[in-house]
T-cell receptor
Framework: GQQVMQIPQYQHVQEGEDFTTYCNSSTTLSNIQWYKQRPGGHPVFLIQLVKSGEVKKQKRLTFQFGEAKKNSSLHITATQTTDVGTYFCAGLLRNSGGSNYKLTFGKGTLLTVNP | DTGVSQDPRHKITKRGQNVTFRCDPISEHNRLYWYRQTLGQGPEFLTYFQNEAQLEKSRLLSDRFSAERPKGSFSTLEIQRTEQGDSAMYLC???????????FGQGTRLTVV
């Protein structure tokens, strides 16, 4: 079955340092989505990447989708304490007919930031 | 639009009892997902619906789990003969068919004692 792997599992940084989490899929994806879950909260959608090689930015966050549409990364520049949380990638895989698809999540990367 | 709502927020049950959870998706969303999440893990796919049709059920899901979405609106997830290993957060999410961004509810935290 489809698997989405994410590394690292944990990352602790000093405020102001950069942070990157990586996501890899065992199969080619239709799109990749990124979510953030604060402690005690539920996953909240951040962004969706669809095209091969796509790069999107949201302020200090940069998202990339690999050329083969099997891997992705999220990079945060100059982390702040408000960035604390678990970041999940989620791969969308369509079946051959294109009518059905399933969103499969990675295990996430827990980011903690020391002020 | 009040977002995705789940009920109850917390459920404590004795081993062997049946429990049922409810999810009300965003009204115009055709897709509805159920996930299970344990501490330190990502959401684990359980099942999903498009309108009232259940399109896929995880092979990891035992026959004790069943989900329905009558009339393509709200959905229920039932767990029969609960076991301690069923203790987890059960998350519901909904999305549109074309815009696949998933909106999550607050979840139902199940504790089996």
């Amino acid at each position: 079955g489809q698997q989405v792997m994410q590394i690292p599992q944990y990352q602790h940084v000093q405020e102001g340092e950069d942070f990157t989490t990586y996501c890899n899929s065992s199969t080619t994806l239709s799109n990749i989505q990124w979510y953030k879950q604060r402690p005690g909260g539920h996953p909240v959608f951040l962004i969706q990447l669809v095209k091969s090689g796509e790069v999107k930015k949201q302020k200090r966050l940069t998202f990339q989708f690999g050329e083969a549409k099997k891997n992705s990364s999220l990079h945060i520049t100059a982390t702040q304490t408000t960035d604390v949380g678990t970041y999940f990638c989620a791969g969308l895989l369509r079946n051959s007919g294109g009518s059905n698809y399933k969103l499969t999540f990675g295990k996430g990367t827990l980011l903690t930031v020391n002020p | 639009d009040t977002g995705v709502s789940q009920d109850p927020r917390h459920k404590i049950t004795k081993r062997g009892q049946n429990v049922t959870f409810r999810c009300d998706p965003i009204s115009e969303h055709n897709r509805l997902y159920w996930y299970r999440q344990t501490l330190g893990q990502g959401p684990e796919f359980l099942t999903y619906f498009q309108n009232e049709a259940q399109l896929e059920k995880s092979r990891l899901l035992s026959d004790r789990f069943s989900a329905e979405r009558p009339k393509g609106s709200f959905s229920t997830l039932e767990i029969q003969r609960t076991e301690q290993g069923d203790s987890a957060m059960y998350l519901c999410a909904s999305s549109q068919v074309k815009n696949t961004e998933a909106f999550f509810g607050q979840g139902t935290r199940l504790t089996v004692v």
